[in-house]
């Protein structure tokens, strides 16, 4: 079945504490993306991966980071995470150019 | 820079009525593509319909349809017949190719059916 997956899907953590929310994709997909969803602002785009090594910032990229050492997998890391990036997080992946965007099902963080 | 603008915060309708969800867009490229997802409780993105700048006809899926009107950049999406499993919010989405598959998404709108 053709799928994004992310782990996990529900997190609570403590202010400072490392952590990652992987994101996985079995469609040969070249791009991938992270958002965040906040009440009143719609879903955000924090970073992009056109390809394998290939990683540029979206509109929300503080406090992330990304990395893209596989076409598959897209994992977002927070190194110090801190309250304000309490959110739902989505992972999306699909071909370069088309129209239909594969959405996981979204990891739900809080940081307390 | 892109922007979409949903108006509505929360809207309710009778069951196998239809409604209007509204959606206004800002953009100075020519070519671009616009989208609806509906998000239920559980939380996941669904993809509902796409229409693509240049398309003549507004495109249909089912029981959903986009008005679209180019010239007062408005996309909006029209749910006939709502069932009670329409509730859920509801955004609009428009991205362009040029930067990889970024979509540019609308505050949403909650929309409520009732029976």
């Known amino acids: 079945e053709a799928q994004v997956t992310q782990n996990p899907r529900y997190l609570i953590t403590v202010t400072g504490k490392k952590l990652t929310v992987t994101c996985s994709q079995n469609?040969?997909?070249?791009?991938m993306s992270w958002y965040r969803q906040d009440p009143g602002l719609g879903l955000r785009q924090i970073y992009y991966?056109?390809?394998?090594?290939?990683?540029d910032k979206g509109d929300v990229p503080e406090g992330y980071k990304v990395s893209r050492k596989e076409k598959r997998n897209f994992p977002l890391i927070l190194e110090s995470p801190s309250p304000n990036q309490t959110s739902l997080y989505f992972c999306?992946?699909?071909?370069?150019?088309?129209?239909?965007?594969?959405f996981g099902p979204g990891t739900r963080l809080t940081v307390l | 820079a892109q922007k979409i603008t949903q108006t509505q915060p929360g809207m309710f309708v009778q069951e196998k009525e239809a409604v209007t969800l509204d959606c206004t867009y800002d953009?100075?490229?020519?070519?671009?593509?616009l989208f609806w997802y509906k998000q239920p409780s559980s939380g996941e993105m669904i993809f509902l319909i796409y229409?693509?700048?240049?398309?003549?006809q507004n495109a249909t899926e089912g029981r959903y349809s986009l008005n679209f009107q180019k010239a007062r950049k408005s996309a909006n999406l029209v749910i006939s017949a709502s069932q009670l499993g329409d509730s859920a919010m509801y955004f609009c989405?428009?991205?362009?190719?040029?930067?990889?598959?970024?979509?540019?998404f609308g505050a949403g709108t909650i929309l409520r059916v009732k029976s």
């Open positions: 229409q693509g700048s240049y398309d003549q």
């Open positions: 991966s056109m390809n394998v090594e290939v990683t």
């Open positions: 989405a428009m991205h362009r190719t040029e930067y990889g598959n970024k979509l540019v």
């Open positions: 999306a992946s699909s071909l370069i150019g088309a129209n239909e965007q594969f």
């Open positions: 953009t100075s490229d020519p070519s671009y593509g």
């Open positions: 469609m040969n997909h070249e791009y």
